[in-house]
Structures are given as C-alpha cells and as structure tokens.
C-alpha cells in the first residue's frame, strides 16, 4: 500500500479523544470491538468523549486501563460502521523500516506522519517500545503506528521532551497480550495490576481497592457517584452551558476548551488563563464562490460591526466567524448566559443569511 491507500484506509478508524484535562487519538478494532487508546490519554475518567469521521462526538465508556503499559480499551460507538484495520507482525518489523503515525496532533485533526523505526526494541523503564523518528506530538498519544502493508505494529505512546522527532511506539505485540487478557471480559469493567499484571476486575477486586493477587492498591474506571467539578472560571463556563441546556460532557474538547452547535453554526469557547479572557468563536458559512459577491458581502460585515455591541464579525482565511471576548473578571453566570445566549443566536442567524443573500457556501466540517 502507498501512504495515500493508508490515510484513506484510517482516517474512518482512527477516533479523536477528549476530556475535562486534554485529547488524544485511539484507533478502533472492529474484530475486537473495541477502541484502543494511551491510559493516559482516558487520564482516570471512567467516561470519555469520542469523535470520527462518520459519526457524532458522543460519549462513551472506558472499559479497561493499564497504567503500566499506557494502554486504555474505550467503548466503541453504537450503530456505527466503521473500517477493519488489523495488528500487524510486530516481530516481522526491523530497523530502518518505514511507517507512518496517525493521530490529532495539536488538534489538527488526521493528521499522518511518515517515517523510520530508528530503533525496533528500545527498553524504557523495563518496557519494550518501537523507537522512530516520525513526528508525533501531543494530541498524537493513543494513535495507531502503521507499517506499508496498512496493519497497526504499535501504539504512539510518548516522545522525550526537547529531542528531534524521537517518539516511541509501544509494540502490537504488547497491545495483543493485553487484548487476550481482558477479551474474555468484554464489556465489563476492569484493570491490569502493575505490579503483578494480574487482571482485576469487579468480581476479583479486594476490599473495592486491592489486587487479589499481590494486594497492590488498583482503581477500577467506575464512574464516580459525584463528578470531580471544576474550579474558577472553567467551572462557570461549564455553569453557563448547563444553564443554556448544552451537555458540557460532550462539549468538552480539552483543557479550557469547548465547542457547541448553535443552529447550523459551530461555537468554538476557550479561556486563556495567562491573558484572563474567554473567547467565543462561532464558525459560519465560508466565503461565497462567486467574485461579486465578495465586496457587497464585506461591506454588510462591517456595516454590521457597527451596529453589535461585543460582537465582531470577521474573516478567518475562507471561514467567517462571529466573536465575542469576554474579561473573565466580568463575567457573572447570569451576564455570561445572557452573553453566550446572544453569540448562539446571532450565529445560527448570519449563518443562514449570509448563505441566503450573499451566496455563501456551508462550512466544510472536521470533526
């Protein structure tokens, strides 16, 4: 297979990952039935949110976790078609061979890297990985690593900080022996012992708390009584979208990230600590496909600017785009839902009219 046959082949298998603290990439096993991810990419939540190419963010339920060798089994989504890919021979593999690593680095979504296993068998903390130079960054974790003969020979685990393309894969081999281990249990909930790589599930666990074999403390990823809530400004953002009757679990798109529907429009809100403003970005329709159109329809923007207080309408490459930037010191949850009601409304508004009288065309969604 050419890399072209391999982008094309995964980008309807590989799954975007994201939770209150970050994102990742997991790729799906259609013969397993399962989503295969980093642990540290489902970071301690029992449920997390999911997105594809073919389908809907949703939510959907961590089923297994093994903190020793960063692997996490997720859920798949339900009536959901999505491609077979397969685990390739991982000890067929040898240095210098070519592959490439797919997964959502820095949010830009499917993403593929082409390189080379600089090293086939590097030993980190008493674990095997695949040691390559293809660049993979965060948001890349939990992705799938992909020989040319299209099959998955590894995980994208982690890269050292500071080095020159130097990522590690943990082998499809080690990913295997993991499937065989809790396979037998799908569907329940479960966890691997670090210590003793037992497999702890709800019937084996100690006491709720430890390993029946070697009595190492373990969490099994139950889903809390009570979710841990947030803090500070994060925390009435979550306040106000609840109050505007939008889920926040599926809203959630990282750390102080969110994005929401409102009509046809999508609203992208963020909050940058550093600089204490929150911003909401509604993404519209795109530029309109014929020339003549184009001054009329900048000569309505800014005539529009100048009647919205707060809100700003603007160019971003072929995407128009309704902002609006907030102080987080003045925002209250009651001035915060009257604010993001409005910037709601607004963007389902302009993006119809400005389909409708300007000829501008549907925005191209990636999800």
């Known amino acids: 297979m050419n890399s072209q046959d ?14 209150q603290s ?6 799906y096993l ?21 997105a594809g190419k073919t389908f809907e963010k949703t939510l959907s339920r961590v089923w297994y976790t093994d903190a020793q060798h960063d ?4 859920a798949p989504p339900a009536e959901v078609d999505l491609p077979e890919v397969k685990l390739g021979d991982y000890e067929a593999m040898k240095d210098g061979d070519n592959v490439i690593a797919i997964g959502h680095p820095y949010g830009l979504n499917y993403s593929a890297t082409q390189g080379v296993i600089s090293k086939v068998d590097r030993i980190r903390d008493g674990e095997k990985y695949i040691q390559i130079d293809a660049a993979i960054n965060p948001g890349n974790s939990g992705g799938p690593l992909v020989n040319y003969a299209g099959d998955v020979i590894g995980v994208n685990s982690f890269i050292i900080k500071g ?18 281990l809790y396979l037998p249990h799908l569907g329940r909930v479960a966890t691997r012992c670090s ?49 505007l009757g939008k889920d926040v679990r599926l809203a959630r798109d990282g750390a102080n990230l969110w ?25 519209l329709c795109q530029m309109p496909l014929d020339p003549q159109q184009i001054k009329p329809l900048y000569q309505y923007l800014l005539k529009e600017n100048n009647k919205r207080h707060g809100l700003v309408l603007s160019c971003v490459k072929n995407n128009i785009v309704l902002s609006r930037l907030i102080y987080d010191l003045d925002m209250t949850k009651e001035s915060g839902v009257a604010e993001f009601k409005n910037l709601f409304e607004q963007a389902d508004h302009y993006d119809d009219y400005l389909k409708d009288q300007f000829g501008c065309t549907a925005r191209l969604e990636e999800v």
């Open 6 to 19: 391999i982008i094309n082949l995964y980008q309807n298998a590989v799954i975007q990952i994201a939770t």
């Open 22 to 27: 970050g994102t990742g990439t997991g790729f």
């Open 30 to 50: 259609k013969s397993n039935g399962l989503i295969v991810t980093n642990n540290h990419v489902v970071a301690n939540n029992a449920e997390v949110t999911i």
């Open 71 to 74: 692997l996490a089994f997720i």
């Open 163 to 180: 080095g020159d393309n130097l990522g590690f894969a943990l082998p499809a081999s080690t990913l295997q022996e993991a499937l065989n």
């Open 195 to 243: 210590n003793c790589d037992n497999l702890v599930t709800e019937e084996t666990i100690d006491n709720n708390k430890y390993c029946p074999g070697c009595g190492s403390e373990v969490k099994l990823p139950q889903i809390p009584e009570k979710e841990v809530e947030l803090m500070g400004v994060a925390k009435l953002i979550e306040d106000i979208l609840r109050e």
């Open 259 to 283: 994005s929401v529907k409102a009509g046809s429009a999508k609203v992208k809100i963020s909050y940058n600590p550093e600089n204490y403003f929150v911003a909401g970005d509604a993404y």
